[in-house]
């Protein structure tokens, strides 16, 4: 089984930054396409940006040019440096990972918990 783990949610004023982190740890043989996706109320949940264990990047229209997302494959960790914060970029932001357990298991999808971000004056 697969733990992770987000952190650096918060508060956070029009304009300002954050960043997220993500950590993977548990049963890991190998993992494959790291991301963030987020869900405010009352929408359903969406992508924010991915990344591949190679590095290439796919971004929202909604956060291009704002956001980051970066990797650490020794830590098995995920980041989103979040810049110029919208007021709509609120919500609950949610991790996702395509990860196998051992080298004869098939890749699964495994979840955070979420972290809220709360952009507001």
């Known amino acids: 089984q697969v733990q992770l783990v987000e952190s650096g949610g918060g508060l956070v004023q029009p304009g300002g930054s954050l960043r997220l982190s993500c950590a993977a740890s548990?049963?890991?043989?190998?993992?494959?396409?790291m991301g963030w996706y987020r869900q405010a109320p009352g929408k359903e949940r969406e992508l924010v940006a991915t990344?591949?264990?190679?590095?290439?990047?796919n971004y929202a229209d909604s956060v291009k040019g704002r956001f980051t997302i970066s990797r650490d494959n020794a830590k098995n960790t995920v980041y989103l440096q979040m810049n110029s914060l919208k007021p709509e970029d609120t919500a609950v932001y949610y991790c996702?990972?395509?990860?196998?357990?051992?080298?004869?298991?098939?890749?699964?999808?495994?979840w955070g918990q979420g972290t809220q971000v709360t952009v507001s004056s």
């Open positions: 548990g049963s890991i043989f190998s993992i494959n396409n």
């Open positions: 990344i591949t264990s190679g590095g290439s990047t």
């Open positions: 996702k990972t395509g990860v196998r357990a051992h080298w004869y298991r098939s890749e699964y999808d495994a």
